[in-house]
């Protein structure tokens, strides 16, 4: 049977229908709005919205984790695109209670896989060069050796994987509340699409879109800043836009998604610009590393200070110059001295 490929509904000029949950509301209830801008789909649908609402009266970003159009994700994963046939072989997958043995047996391999990393961090340190070769080649005869995952099960995976960004974007903003609107946007709820109204709840627990609704930032990516901002203002830019990272690593967080466009610079006045850090579904947590060398040399070897100071000053070609905190030397001259 031929998939046909279902075309995304997220439009711009189109009508969109979401339950929104607030800090202050007991209940959710449904918001409606209208599709005013898109962005590019890679791990979530980001879309600008103009809602129909009362208390909602100023444009906003919906941010919606939707595996069946996460566009840069099926396809980095090799996952084909979302069809109603695969659709409907994923929900009969979960209602034989497949879908959820699944996703358990994924968070255990997960768990497992953990164990190994640290038990091979040990062993790096007593074997031989070529050990570790043998080693890495039996690793990839067991994957050849492992069956394809049918088109359901790419669907758990895509469902599970998209739930995980969604809690730790939600988790960041929560950490955060108190540099909403200053440093980061304005979190205004917790977002859901139902699947389909006739579904049991089995069903839609595996279906059911969840998102998040922010503050609209009105400015330009970082990395657009040469065209946005005077040369005189490039540098005081691109440090407030390094504190804002190092302030999250004061706060426990570890943000492996550091990049220039994850900032928006807005102008302020004629000669005043703010920063606003965007994007945190790929996020960690310092209670999830083991202990405090663990997390610290985890925070060494992601370098988020670098990955904007770095690239900004390649990028501006003089018109910035990064001066690496004391903080990151401290930690290059403790972890990475040994690695060069």
Not at 65 to 71: E, G, L
Not at 143 to 147: D, G, P, V
């Given at each position: 049977m031929e998939h046909r490929e279902l075309k995304c509904p997220y439009i711009q000029g189109s009508k969109i229908t979401f339950q929104l949950t607030t800090s202050s509301s007991t209940e959710p209830r449904f918001i409606t709005g209208t599709i005013v801008e898109l962005f590019k789909f890679t791990l979530s649908c980001v879309m600008a919205i103009m809602p129909d609402d009362p208390y909602l009266k100023e444009r906003v970003i919906l941010k919606?984790?939707?595996?069946?159009?996460?566009?840069e994700l099926r396809e980095d994963q090799r996952i084909q695109p979302w069809t109603l046939?695969?659709?409907q072989e994923y929900q009969q997958f979960i209602q034989d209670g497949r879908a959820s043995d699944f996703i358990r047996s994924l968070h255990t391999e997960d768990d497992e896989d953990e164990e190994e990393e640290e038990e091979e961090e040990e062993e790096e340190e007593e074997e031989e060069e070529e050990e570790e070769e043998e080693e890495e080649e039996e690793e990839e005869e067991e994957?050849?050796?492992?069956?394809p995952w049918n088109a359901a099960q790419d669907e758990a995976y895509l469902f599970d994987y998209m739930q995980r960004l969604y809690e730790a974007e939600y988790e960041v903003y929560q950490k955060l509340e108190d540099i909403q609107g200053?440093?980061?946007p304005r979190f205004l709820g917790r977002v859901t699409i139902p699947g389909n109204d006739s579904q049991s709840a089995t069903v839609s627990e595996y279906v059911d879109c969840p998102g998040i609704l922010l503050q609209y930032i009105e400015g330009v990516p970082l990395s657009d800043l040469a065209s946005f901002a005077p040369k005189e203002a490039w540098q005081e830019i691109c440090e407030d836009a390094i504190r804002i990272v190092n302030l999250l690593g004061d706060r426990g967080i570890l943000n492996e998604d550091v990049k220039p466009w994850n900032f928006i610079v807005r102008k302020e006045s004629a000669v005043d610009y703010k920063v606003f850090m965007i994007d945190f579904a790929l996020c960690n947590f310092r209670e999830e590393y083991e202990d405090e060398e663990d997390w610290l040399k985890s925070k060494a070897l992601e370098d988020e200070e670098g990955a904007v100071g770095c690239v900004m000053e390649s990028r501006l070609e003089g018109g910035f110059v990064y001066r690496r905190s004391a903080r990151i030397m401290e930690l290059d001259e403790r972890f990475l001295s040994q690695l060069l």
């Open positions: 919606l984790y939707d595996r069946r159009f996460a566009t046939e695969i659709e994957e050849e050796e492992e069956e200053r440093d980061i």
